[in-house]
């Protein structure tokens, strides 16, 4: 693999012309080279995979600090230049799958440098273009990576190769953050250290939650957290749409549901606040969240925190205390209209909803009822037969005392720790499951055990691993879960509210794809360096809303 240094129109490097034509002949020449778009021999091998180890070239370069880090790296002494004259280049068979994200690409560079890229179908990649093709060079690396993992290959050119259009996008997030590493003084290029990774997720679902029942959030925050999140390469936002807001007496003050429908029969269902989101509102999330590899998690709370629908539907509701001993107000589970009622929720927004999982809620129930587990265990498996009906995998709130009566092919989000291992062991009792412990909970207002301040990052990236390491019965992912309960009673800021935020989110998604790095002499990297490749990623391309607000930087 050859270093080339492409010139542009005011730049002479080394031997280069000054002049803006001859440069772009020189451009053009180098267009007519051979194609070596082919795989190159690390592409082809399974040096990186297998334990193998790796002759390593002198002046070979140093694993690239992006984050999340990478999971292997054979570095080379090549550069690969991306300048204002490089292409997007895609095969043509990958011309109408890879379009979308070519787009973004090429959207984000143009966010980061000014550069607008062409993209070019079926024509051989050349000299300082960027290639992504679906053409994994070796079958055991195809099998390694997944939906989701990428290799990245940078020589004379840079090459992405993927099984989906999602790892593509995550190894192009690996990529824009190599550019800003090597990007020059003036602007005018971006040196790509040369070598090859391997790259690919430790957990299958990488989340973050908002909770915009209890504090309304506006679209752009949203539409912010989607672009921030993705440049970390979490993959799930949960967004939990109702609940009620109590006083410190425990009296319901406020009842929330974010959805707005126009269909006169939910017009009751309706926050205090009159902030909600409508279905344009909603398509934009989707849209937005399609091409940054989001899925968008939405989350009606059918269960327990159901105020919002009991203040739609009195005639179903049950009072008493709740397993805390506060009293409170719930939907009547143990009535079957309350089932033929919320099903008809669903019904009215599942239209809204493009992902293959929704959340259903399912925790924090009147101590009456967690007294009667299999009338609990009827009316969640009920609620989630259906919603399977319409294709659709449903998630819970773990409720241990229900646990026998659930039916297995729910998705079980684990919060209930309490300082125990595990209790009970969802994967040996044949669930899948997500870890949410409260140790990664951020709760404004709350007492210091729920980070009302925030996680500092190097606490997320040295504790303990709450996910246990990857195996049979290991999760399949985890979250970091923002609580509003005190915005009502504390109000704060979306400003407030991100600086609580913004410092969790980068090694959030360190930790869940590839944990604590570990450099070439066995050594674990220091959070303070990754801190230093966060402080100059920042939020990502085009996430703008609170540049005033700077992720923290060593």
Same mark, same amino acid.
């Given at each position: 693999?050859?270093? *080339? *240094?492409?010139?542009?129109? $005011? !730049?002479?490097?080394?031997?280069? &012309? ?21 795989? $190159? ?27 999340? $880090? ?15 004259? @490089? ?5 043509? /068979? ?14 984000? %560079?143009?966010?980061? $440098?000014?550069?607008?890229?062409p993209i070019v179908h079926g024509k ?7 290639? !992504? ?16 993992? +990428? ?38 290029? /971006? ?48 967004? +939990? ?19 707005? @429908?126009?269909?006169?029969a939910f017009a009751s269902l309706k ?5 909600? +989101? ?18 968008? !998690? ?5 269960? &327990? ?10 005639? =179903? ?32 927004? =599942? ?8 959340? %259903?809620?399912?925790?924090?129930? =009147? ?14 498996? &009920? ?20 646990? /026998? ?27 899948? +499951? ?25 606490? =997320? ?11 049979? *019965?290991?999760? %399949? ?10 915005? *009502? ?29 570990? &450099? ?35």
């Amino acid at each position: 693999m050859a270093c *080339l *240094l492409v010139c542009v129109a $005011t !730049l002479s490097l080394g031997g280069c &012309g000054g002049g803006g034509e001859d440069s772009r002949a020189s451009a053009e020449a180098n267009r007519a080279a051979p194609d070596v778009s082919a795989c $190159t021999a690390l592409e082809s091998g399974t040096a990186l995979i297998d334990g193998n180890p790796l002759v390593v070239p002198a002046g070979a370069h140093e694993k690239p600090l992006v984050v999340p $880090t990478l999971r292997t790296w054979q570095g080379t002494p090549d550069i690969a230049s991306v300048t204002p004259l @490089s292409r997007i280049v895609l095969a043509q /068979s990958d011309a109408s799958g890879l379009q979308p994200v070519a787009m973004q690409l090429v959207a984000d %560079i143009k966010a980061l $440098t000014g550069w607008t890229l062409p993209i070019v179908h079926g024509k051989p990649a050349a000299p300082g273009d960027v290639l !992504l093709s679906r053409q994994v060079c070796n079958a055991n690396v195809q099998g390694l990576i997944g939906e989701e993992g +990428y290799t990245l290959d940078a020589g004379n050119l840079v090459s992405i190769r993927a099984n989906s259009p999602r790892g593509i996008f995550y190894g192009t997030r690996t990529l824009l953050q190599m550019m800003l590493l090597g990007k020059s003084a003036d602007g005018s290029s /971006s040196a790509v250290s040369g070598g090859y990774t391997v790259d690919y997720p430790r957990y299958g679902t990488r989340a973050l939650q908002l909770d915009v029942a209890r504090k309304y959030l506006t679209p752009a925050f949203i539409q912010q957290y989607i672009r921030f999140m993705s440049w970390y390469k979490l993959n799930t936002l949960h967004l +939990y749409l109702n609940d009620g807001v109590n006083d410190p007496s425990g009296k319901v003050t406020a009842t929330q549901f974010r959805l707005a @429908s126009d269909n006169p029969a939910f017009a009751s269902l309706k926050p205090t606040d009159g902030l909600a +989101y409508t279905r344009a509102d909603w398509d934009g999330f989707e849209d937005l969240a399609a091409r940054h590899a989001v899925e968008i !998690l939405p989350e009606i709370e059918s269960v &327990g925190h159901t105020a919002a629908l009991v203040a739609a539907r009195p005639d =179903l509701a049950a009072a008493g205390p709740n397993q805390y001993g506060s009293e409170t107000v719930m939907l009547d589970i143990g009535n079957p209209a309350s089932l033929a009622y919320v099903e008809s929720v669903w019904s009215e927004f =599942l239209p809204w909803f493009r992902s293959s999982r929704v959340h %259903i809620g399912g925790d924090e129930l =009147l101590k009456s009822v967690m007294d009667q587990p299999s009338a609990v265990g009827t009316y969640i498996n &009920g609620l989630a037969s259906f919603l399977k009906k319409n294709g659709k995998q449903v998630a819970i709130w773990d409720l241990p005392t229900v646990e /026998s009566y659930y039916d297995k092919s729910l998705l079980v989000f684990r919060w209930n720790f309490e300082g125990t291992t595990s209790t009970p062991l969802w994967g040996r009792d044949g669930f899948q +499951y997500l870890n949410s412990p409260h140790e990664w909970y951020i709760v404004p207002g709350a007492p210091a055990r729920y980070n009302p301040n925030g996680i500092p990052g190097e606490s =997320l990236y040295d504790a303990p691993d709450q996910s246990l390491n990857p195996g049979d *019965l290991a999760p %399949i992912g985890g979250q970091l879960s923002n609580w509003n309960d005190q915005a *009502l009673n504390s109000p704060y800021s979306e400003a407030t509210l991100n600086h609580i935020l913004k410092d969790s989110v980068a090694p959030f998604g360190q930790i869940q794809w590839s944990g604590q790095d570990v &450099g070439a002499g066995g050594q674990v990297t220091p959070y303070a360096r990754i801190q230093q490749s966060i402080g100059r990623f920042q939020y990502g391309p085009d996430a703008t809303l609170f540049v005033t607000d700077q992720l923290t930087g060593q």
